[in-house]
């Protein structure tokens, strides 16, 4: 095929519209962080969904190659970089075998049709400490017995809820700024010393054609999760449950900036934990600060419309 182009002048002629496709998706991947917020949270969008936008070089590889352009191909190369750049640490596998503490959460879906199922197959992971959230009044007894047997020991403030193997003291909720309850903070009482694990659920975020990405609620309370974060006393910290938002959102930097996540740490791909039947974002998080991840991953789908998330963490970082 290739030999065909020899001779061709019009190779650097044909496909500059491709080739300035491929410059501005490379600019977008590269300056997404400048994109607005003003109309419709569009740049918060961008980001919730940014490692999508690798899926177009390869349609602008091909459509390169069928117009004949070496300007479009060259141009190609751009967006590639850029996408590599930002997410091809992400490719590899970083999951170690240590940890001394397993750690999942998971937004169980307030229409759950089989609760007790749900809750039997994510106890079933081996969790230490679980996380449930969306949890419906209703179904909270049903949640309650079927985890019984694995957790002697738990709390459920408002709509979420912390299910641990170890004693749990300082239960109280966390004001994110919504009028009712649904973040929380424990002090754990692992084998290794204290830990502060707060499970909280963002308020969910929508699309809309005549408002774009509408996000304001969460964002205000992402800042005040961050706030209740930032004046936390101990120094090692787990904060597990559904965001709403990935780690690339700007808009959960009070939250991320502090905290690291166990699955870009110590992942293995990108997570996806949203929507189960097709994962295209991770918004369900683990977030630790003062103790190494050490491998992280998606556990089986349940009844729920979220994937559940597990991580394996060291507190014991001095040995």
Not at 26 to 35: D, E, F, G, P, S
Not at 44 to 59: D, H, I, M, N
Not at 78 to 96: K, M, S
Not at 224 to 249: C, Q, S
Request: hydrophobic share 50%; no cysteine.
């Amino acid at each position: 095929m290739l030999a065909g182009w020899r001779g061709d002048p019009r190779i650097w002629r044909r496909g500059l519209v491709l080739a300035a496709l491929a410059l501005l998706l490379a600019l977008v991947m590269l300056l997404h962080a400048q994109i607005p917020n003003v109309v419709g949270n569009l740049g918060s969008l961008t980001e919730t969904f940014l490692p999508w936008l690798g899926l177009a070089v390869p349609v602008l590889l091909v459509l390169g190659l069928i117009r004949r352009s070496a300007v479009a191909l060259i141009a190609v190369l751009l967006p590639a970089i850029v996408w590599l750049n930002l997410f091809g640490g992400l490719l590899t596998d970083r999951t170690g075998s240590g940890g001394d503490l397993m750690v999942a959460t998971h937004n169980v879906n307030a229409d759950n049709p089989d609760p007790a199922a749900t809750a039997t197959g994510v106890a079933g992971s081996g969790a230490d400490l679980l996380a449930l959230e969306e949890l419906p009044a209703s179904a909270v007894p049903v949640y309650e017995k079927a985890l019984a047997p694995t957790y002697r020991h738990h709390a459920v403030v408002g709509t979420v809820g912390l299910w641990s193997k170890y004693p749990m003291t300082d239960v109280r909720a966390v004001d994110i700024k919504l009028g009712w309850k649904r973040a929380m903070r424990a002090t754990v009482a692992t084998p290794h010393g204290p830990v502060a694990v707060y499970v909280a659920h963002m308020p969910s975020v929508r699309v809309k054609v005549e408002a774009g990405f509408t996000a304001r609620q969460r964002d205000k309370s992402a800042d005040a999760l961050g706030e209740a974060i930032a004046h936390e006393p101990l120094g090692r910290v787990v904060l597990l449950g559904d965001l709403n938002g990935t780690m690339n959102d700007r808009s959960l930097n009070a939250v991320t900036s502090q905290l690291r996540s166990t699955q870009g740490a110590a992942g293995s791909g990108f997570g996806f934990s949203w929507p189960a039947s097709f994962p295209m974002a991770r918004i369900d998080q683990i977030m630790v600060k003062g103790v190494e991840p050490e491998s992280s991953w998606t556990l089986p789908r349940t009844n729920s419309d979220h994937l559940p998330v597990a991580a394996r963490v060291k507190l014991d970082t001095g040995s």
